[in-house]
């Protein structure tokens, strides 16, 4: 006699009676008869459909065989309370005792499933879509396989396709539910679950990035894209659709947050500008003079073209050799007008420029790597056009603590500190 | 200990040079003297080895160019269905493989190509089934854009299907035929089913075999799409212990990754286009047996981006391109990283190059670029009744052209692509001679230069390997027969005697 009889068919199939499992006690195809009948629920079956499934074309041994496995199933899997049987049969059909209790989790899911569709109410839908996806956590008869019933194996494969798809979907409708109850923490939860199941779907990864800028989070927001970028160009090898490439090209012309008190300076300022270049998070010292280029970088976006178009085109050209973005706007100020700027100067051509004005001795000595005669070009072409920014914005620039960038970079900002063409800030947070 | 080695008696090629030396004298794994004659005799007492070559021709160690090293080592734990023209072939493929394997769980059979099959269609589920089931069995197309599954390996794989890409029949049942997502995802499942020490043991084996086809040098093809990108940080994390030299391209669009494992070497496989085969090779015109002309992968802004941030970090690059569209736009992501950067020298390679116009040629030059080509695709898919004339028509009569590509001055560093084609640099060397094309076939010596010293100064070293002189690092592939002097057709028969890498005599067949 029974209380609870149990089939959990979502991950490894398990039947129970009172919590004593009674898998072991049933053939494969006893258990694969017992699933068949309870997931068509009170449906009746035909012996021929059910032999058929099973035993494919043996209809000879086929009829025994199904007799038999009925037998052992009604041997193994005692009486209700009522002293009913679970699988009841006449000649023909096989099927469910509708009165005899037995829990099934995929019923269960599907049960469940129903509620939620009639439920208007956002909470109580929350709340049954969370009991959903909390069922759903494996896959439909987890490796139960049997190698000669090719009919069975056929209907777990549909059902199992039937769970993912309606796990997918639990999943989409607990995030948008959530999004709704403005509940955006388990809304992100639910999207990065199908995400997991589904990690090529880029509408997924525009949704999250969507909801991360909600959220106020616009580094995991651009975070998302690049994992979205490399795992699509790693396992399908595309690039992400257009409107995620928008909002990520958005994401990063948008001021970073700690620019604020860039921006603050910008209100208060006496002059019409200032730029704050945050290198707190430089990666990889050994890259020889990535600092300066990031930092190059920075004060091109946060200049502007604009203010860009005060400094010489020579010293943009000579430093997009560190920062290639510059090259461009060299090119935009066009060559006459930077000729025109040395010949006003009274001299003849760039070149003639460096050889008059002789570079410092620190800039033409230690700092500059092996003291290549580019490299204190490099230096000398910055720190002129620092001074030539400084007339129109003010530039600082916070540095991480310790050996967190390349040592020529650390020399150069170094030294253009204590000449007085850069303001530079060390830390983690601060900035002034 | 005593490290020094003398080979005599051998014929020492030198190119453009005559004539050969006749013994080398090696010291710490570097040619010390070399001579003709009986110069040698001073070192025989000396000697901590000598080895008599018996008149054998000796060359400096192959450098395969183009090597899927780890796709290699597993090839024997995997069923090769290259060339299979029917499902009863594959069967038998498989359950020949299984028997000489009996205790491999899942079974990984790799290159099948719909259009060898006379069913003209892929196996689906059912197919498999009836070959196997007591297995799971995953069959991966050529071009690896799909994956067919029997059923027990849906089953035991867990294959998701409620992605896209799981194709099914009019009830809505999983056919195991998976493209796009779904077949990325299995592959992935895959690929993580083999354990990184079952892989560096492979490696360890292939490491021998290429020893024993006198490879000393290899650049390997890790990561990138297809392949698993854990791949290359295991085989960065072996290849200090192989006994061939290992440069790894690391085929990440990350060039901050490959900075960060120490590389100095980016892609092989960041595929611009496809390939001939699977019809996805970028051209110029429509394919010969399709009205569309393939397709490109990249955005050119997408690709110049990737170069200008390589050249910055000082990275090589190396990218596939096949047809002339890929061909085209990789110049114009080199031209523009170029210019932007004023960087130049780098040695950059392009891979294949197996249809690109003259004009293309000039430029690509002009660029300094490298050509990494497969001359032994054209004894796999060349001829009137190849591949290459089925997809290409009339266009492949100027698939891979050697000669011209050489007479423009570009350097081709010669590779197998193993395991698209055998890892056998004398099959390589023989397929350039013997070029379907004639007039697209170049000299032995020159066919011997893509395998041994344009191939060390694709990676900068041609100081250091690549020629037998002295100086050099003692590198040296020993044939058992003269190779400039057979006929050109009987070159594809010679096999490698013994081979030494950095003095030491890692393999000799005499």
Same mark, same amino acid.
């Given at each position: ?9 979502l991950g ?12 072991a006690?049933?053939s ?5 008869i ?10 009746k ?17 086929a ?5 038999y ?14 002293g ?75 059902e199992?396709?039937?769970?993912q ?50 959220m106020g ?8 894209y ?42 208060e300022?006496?002059?019409a ?15 020889p ?70 570079p410092?001795?620190r800039?033409c ?30 530039i ?12 020529e ?24 | ?46 000697a ?26 597993l090839k ?18 498989i ?23 006379k069913?003209?269609?892929l ?67 895959i ?27 290899v ?16 085989l ?18 990350q ?23 699977s019809?996805?090779a ?9 009205d ?29 391109? #096949? =047809?002339? $569209? +890929?061909?085209?736009? *990789? ?8 210019? @932007?950067?004023? !960087?130049? /020298? ?18 690509a ?7 990494s ?81 344009n ?14 002189? #002295? =100086?050099? $690092? +003692?590198?040296?592939? *020993?044939l ?7 006929? @050109?057709?009987? !070159?594809? /028969? ?10 030491a ?6």
């Amino acid at each position: 006699m029974s209380g609870s009889l149990e089939l959990r068919l979502l991950g490894q199939l398990e039947i129970s009676a009172d919590g004593q499992s009674l898998l072991a006690q049933l053939s494969a195809k006893s258990a694969a008869i017992l699933c068949l009948l309870i997931c068509t629920e009170e449906k009746k079956l035909t012996r021929a459909k059910l032999s058929s499934m099973l035993w494919g074309d043996s209809f000879e041994t086929a009829s025994y065989n199904l007799r038999y496995n009925l037998w052992n199933i009604r041997k193994v899997i005692p009486r209700d309370r009522n002293g009913q049987e679970l699988i009841l049969s006449d000649k023909e059909f096989c099927w469910r005792n509708p009165a005899y209790s037995v829990y099934c989790d995929l019923l269960e899911v599907r049960r469940l499933k129903e509620q939620a569709k009639r439920q208007a109410a956002l909470s109580e839908r929350i709340e049954l879509l969370k009991k959903l996806r909390a069922l759903l956590s494996g896959e439909f008869m987890e490796q139960f396989y049997i190698r000669s019933s090719d009919e069975f194996n056929e209907w777990v494969l549909f059902e199992r396709a039937a769970c993912q798809r309606l796990t997918l979907q639990v999943l989409h409708g607990l995030y948008t539910c959530c999004l709704k109850a403005e509940d955006a923490q388990t809304a992100a939860e639910a999207l990065a679950a199908e995400l997991a199941e589904n990690p090529y779907d880029e509408e997924l990864h525009f949704q999250m990035m969507e909801l991360y800028l909600q959220m106020g989070q616009r580094p995991l927001a651009i975070r998302q894209y690049q994992e979205c970028e490399a795992v699509l160009r790693r396992e399908l090898n595309i690039m992400p659709q257009k409107k995620l490439r928008q909002l990520y090209v958005k994401l990063q012309e948008e001021a970073e947050p700690s620019d604020a008190q860039a921006k603050q300076h910008r209100k208060e300022g006496s002059r019409a500008h200032a730029v704050f270049v945050d290198l707190a998070r430089q990666p990889l010292p050994e890259i020889p003079y990535l600092a300066v280029s990031e930092f190059l970088n920075g004060v091109a976006a946060g200049c502007g073209k604009e203010v860009l178009a005060g400094v010489s085109p020579v010293y943009l050209r000579d430093l997009s050799l560190l920062q290639p973005s510059l090259l461009q706007l060299s090119l935009c100020a066009g060559e006459r007008a930077a000729n025109a700027e040395w010949t006003e100067a009274g001299k003849t051509s760039p070149e003639q420029w460096f050889a008059n004005e002789a570079p410092t001795e620190r800039e033409c000595g230690r700092l500059c790597c092996n003291s290549q005669i580019l490299n204190v070009r490099l230096l000398q072409s910055l720190r002129h056009a620092l001074a030539q920014l400084a007339k129109r914005c003010e530039i600082s620039v916070r540095l991480p603590e310790g050996k967190a960038i390349d040592k020529e970079s650390a020399l150069w900002f170094s030294y253009l500190q204590e000449c007085g063409a850069l303001c530079v800030v060390c830390g983690a947070e601060s900035s002034s | 200990m005593n490290d020094s080695l003398l080979l005599y008696n051998g014929t020492f090629y030198r190119f453009g040079t005559e004539p050969a030396y006749r013994w080398l004298w090696v010291r710490g794994g570097i040619i010390c003297d070399a001579g003709f004659g009986s110069g040698y005799y001073k070192y025989r007492a000396q000697a901590g080895e000598s080895l008599d070559l018996k008149g054998n021709l000796a060359l400096p160690g192959f450098c395969d160019c183009r090597v899927h090293m780890v796709q290699t080592a597993l090839k024997n734990r995997e069923v090769d269905l290259h060339g299979a023209d029917s499902f009863e072939e594959v069967g038998r493929r498989i359950r020949s493989w299984m028997q000489a394997h009996p205790r491999a769980g899942l079974v990984r059979a790799y290159g099948l190509e719909v259009s060898d099959l006379k069913e003209k269609r892929l196996p689906d589920r059912r197919a498999i089934d009836r070959m196997v089931r007591e297995c799971p069995v995953w069959i991966s197309s050529r071009d690896f854009h799909r994956s067919m599954l029997n059923t027990k390996a849906l089953y035991e794989l867990n294959v998701p299907l409620a992605v896209n890409g799981v194709e099914t029949d009019g009830e809505q049942h999983p056919t195991g035929i998976l493209q796009g997502t779904a077949n990325a995802l299995v592959r992935s499942r895959i690929f993580r089913e083999c354990s990184d020490e079952d892989k560096s043991r492979a490696l360890e084996q292939l490491a021998q075999d290429m020893i024993r086809k006198g490879i000393t040098s290899v650049h390997a093809m890790e990561g990138g799409w297809g392949f698993a990108e854990s791949d290359a940080r295991l085989l960065w994390a072996c290849a200090p212990g192989l006994p061939v030299d290992v440069s790894l391209y690391f085929g990440t669009m990350q060039p901050l990754q490959a900075k960060e494992m120490g590389l100095a070497r980016i892609g092989g496989d960041i595929f611009v286009d496809g390939s001939f085969a699977s019809r996805n090779a970028a051209l110029a015109e429509p394919y010969s047996d399709s009205d569309h002309s393939g397709q490109l992968n990249y955005a050119q802004e997408e690709l110049n981006a990737f170069l200008l941030q390589c050249y910055r970090f000082g990275l090589r690059t190396a990218l596939h391109a #096949v =047809g002339e $569209r +890929a061909m085209e736009q *990789v110049l114009a992501a080199h031209q523009y990283a170029r210019e @932007a950067t004023g !960087i130049f /020298g780098m040695r950059h390679r392009v891979e294949h190059a197996e249809l690109c116009t003259t004009d293309q040629m000039r430029r690509a030059k002009a660029l300094g670029l490298i050509f990494s080509m497969q001359p032994a695709c054209e004894i796999l898919y060349g001829g009137r009744d190849g591949m290459y004339a089925a997809r290409l028509g009339a266009r492949a009569q100027r698939t891979n052209p050697l000669r011209k590509i050489i007479d423009s001055g570009i350097t081709i560093c010669g590779g197998s692509d193993s395991d698209l084609t055998p890892l056998d640099p004398i099959g390589g060397i023989y397929a350039a001679v013997c070029h379907p094309q004639p007039e697209s076939a170049v000299s032995v010596e020159e066919a011997v230069r893509m395998f041994t010293l344009n191939g060390a100064y694709a990676e900068e070293e041609e100081g250091k390997k690549g020629q037998l002189e #002295v =100086g050099m $690092r +003692a590198d040296i592939a *020993v044939l058992d027969r003269n190779i400039f002097q057979i006929a @050109a057709a009987d !070159i594809a /028969g010679a096999r490698t005697v013994a081979t030494v890498k950095d003095g030491a005599v890692l393999f000799e067949a005499l």
